[in-house]
Every structure is written in C-alpha cells, then in structure tokens.
C-alpha cells in the first residue's frame, strides 16, 4: 500500500478503535457498575448484550445506505452519534436506563466497521485487499483490547461514568478524523488510491485530483449515480446473498462471534471473581488481547500469502483453542498467570479470522461490498450478544470451566465445517 492508502486505512480504523473500545472498556468495570447499580455482576452483562446486538444487526442495513448515500458521508453521521449518546451513558442513573442508552449507542455504531471495510476495500487493490483490512480490522480491536486496560484503570480511579465520558470524547476525535476522508466519496466504488492526494483506477476510471475533488470518466461510479436504498430491495438481496452460494462464510462468521466474542466479554468478570484482580488489572491483563489483534492484523497477509485465505483462518481457530484451554487452567489453579497467554492467544484468533470472512465476502457480490460486509458484521457481533447469553447459561449450570470447555469444543467443531465448505482462495 502506498502512504496515502496507509493513512486512510489507519484512520478509519481509529474509528472502529473507538466502535470497539466503547463496548468493550465495560467487560472489566462490570463488577463496578453491578456495585453501583445495585445489581448481580452476572445480571450485569445485559449492557453488553445490549451494545452489541444492534451493533450486529444493524451492520447490513448501514452497509446498504453506505453504498447508497456515500460512505464517509454515512460515517460522519454515525460517528458523531456515537460520541454523543456515550456521553449520555454516564448519566444513567439506573440499569434500565444504562441498557436504552447502551442500544442507542450501539445502533449509532452499527455501520462503522462494515463502511470501513467496505471503503478499505474501494481504494486498495485486490491483491492489497487481504493485508489493508487485516491492519484495519487489528487497529480497530486493538481498541478492544487498549480499551479494557484504559477503562479499568478509569472506574479505579474516578468511576465508570467518567470512563463512558472518556471514551465519548475519542469518539469525537475521531469524528474529526473521518471528515477530512469526505473527498473519497465523489470517487467511492471508483478504484483504488494510489497516490498522495490522488486516487486513480487502476482501470483509469476514474481520479481524485491534488485538491481532492472528484472526477469520474467512463464507467466510474459517482455518487449522483449511486442506487438508491429501497427497504424492500435489501431485504431480497441481502436475503439472496445470506443464504446463497456464500452461506457458509457467514454461518462462520456467527460462531466466531457466538465464541470468540463470547468468551471474551467474561473475562473481565472472570479475572475478578476467580482470580481476585482489581478493575486495573483485569483491565491490563486484557491488554494483551488487543495488542494481539494488532500484531496478527499485521501479519495476516503474509499468512495468507504462505497458507492461503483458509489457512490464515484455520490458525486463527488453533489460536482459539489454545486460548480456552489456558483459560481452564487459570480456573483450575485460581492464578491469572495462564489467563495472559489466553487474552493474547484470543485476540490473535480473532484478528485472523474476521477480517479473512470480510475478505471473502467482497467477493460474493462486488458492487454491493457495504452490504456483504455489513452481513458478516451482522453474523460476528449479533452472534457476540447471543454469545453472552449463552456463557451465562453456561456459567450458571457449570461454571467458567464448563464456559471454556464448551468454548474449546465449538471451535474445533468450526475449524472442521470451515476446512470442508469455505471457499478455496
């Protein structure tokens, strides 16, 4: 990727930083607003089930009115949004409230992560494609991660409600961010950038001048151009592409999200309970998963070079597994020396099989990419909220162990379905 291409990556991915971080900050300062509230800390995992369930949901619609109104226009909007209803999340004064507001939010953040795949996947080249969305999709996670340690260290020393307030004013940082990207909107779906102020099809469809105005030539498509978003028409076509000849791309990306992001969000409730760390040091400790998801959004490409898109997927699933049995030796032994390796292990699976899903779904229908994105978004993070029921199902008959144990086996299970019916690329 050119300099120009890197910068654009790295800056809608702090916009997924943000999407990411605002949701995730909660795991470790659970016990904290359960305490504050009054509450169970089990009872108070419904804060991230209402977060990410609409952010899952909603994803395909976003990715729709993104190819339809323009993508960075889209994102201004839900950016903005983001940073405000956050804001409102601390002044929730009881649990009902905290959940309406968690939902507003998590709607307002639906469309970031399936827009900026999608965009990421209009200014690379294909052959760039699997590289620029792994360091997207490890910058935005990485967030996931940072933020568990940032947020944790916040509800120690201030509270929580000052952490929702912190993370509202990145969320406006990053708004900021994203308007100096509006440019690319008069050549979205026009080719790739690649240069410093220009974007250029590799076609010559069309270009992007110095000033960053856009020009579109023959073929390119412009945004008076655009398809128009008619609810019925994407309800059929989403529909079409859900359960046609890409089905199993996306029954994978709903069991990541139902493991990988389920076992994730009771990590910061299990360091505390079963291994006695603060807020802080769960919240360090969760570092690393996020550090994880930096180094693998880095090297996936390379994975993929050697190993091919299954390969780069099939270990991010072995990195998985290992994970959950580190997580069952931490519960054995109480110690949350084992628990270290596992958020490491745990973010890099993640990192290497998420963004290969979006990499494989650009394909299924190239001019609708919002949309195919957005259907892998709506798999991971709806299967993330139905995942955090699930582990406390899970935990309630069982305990972590069964949680882990149950995780570990679903995995190998995925590893298996994924090795016969995903696509060879």
Known sequence: MTPTQKKIVVTLGFCGLVSAADNWFVSPALPAIAQTLAIAPAAATIILTAYLTPYGLLQPVCGAIGDAVGRVRLLCIIVAGLAVSTVLCAAAPTLEALVVA???TGCFAAGIISVNQSLVG???????RQGAVGLLMGVTFTGQGLSAGLGG????????????????VLGTAAWLGV??????????????????????NAAGAGTVDAAGAGANAAGAVGSAEREPFRPAAFLRHAAQILFGPGRAIYFVAFTTGIIFLGVYGFMGTFLAE???????????????????????GGISG???????Q???????????????????????TGSWMPALP???????????????????????????????????????????????SLGGLAIAGGGYLALWTIAGMALVAQAIAGARFLPRK
Do not use: K, N
Request: proline residues 2%; contains cysteine.
């Open 102 to 104: 968690r939902i507003v």
């Open 122 to 128: 209009s200014v690379v080249s294909e052959e760039d």
């Open 153 to 168: 260290l916040i509800c120690d020393l201030v509270g929580w409600r000052a952490a929702f307030i912190c993370f509202g």
């Open 179 to 200: 308007r100096h990207l509006r440019y690319l909107d008069e050549t979205d779906g026009a080719g790739t950038v690649d240069a410093p102020g220009a974007g250029v």
């Open 274 to 296: 079963r291994c006695g760390l603060s807020s802080t040091q769960a919240g360090l400790l969760m570092m690393f998963y996020g550090l994880a998801c930096l180094a693998g």
């Open 302 to 308: 390379r994975i993929g070079e050697a190993r091919g």
């Open 310 to 332: 299954r390969g780069v997927i099939a270990v991010g699933e072995t990195s998985g597994v290992i994970a959950t049995a580190l997580l069952a030796a931490s519960t054995i």
């Open 342 to 388: 596992a958020a490491a292990c745990l973010g890099l699976g993640y990192i290497l099989v998420q963004p290969t899903l979006v990499s494989f779904s650009m394909d299924i229908d190239p001019s609708h990419t919002g949309l195919c994105t957005g259907l892998i978004g709506l798999g991971v993070f709806a299967g993330g909220g139905i995942g955090s």
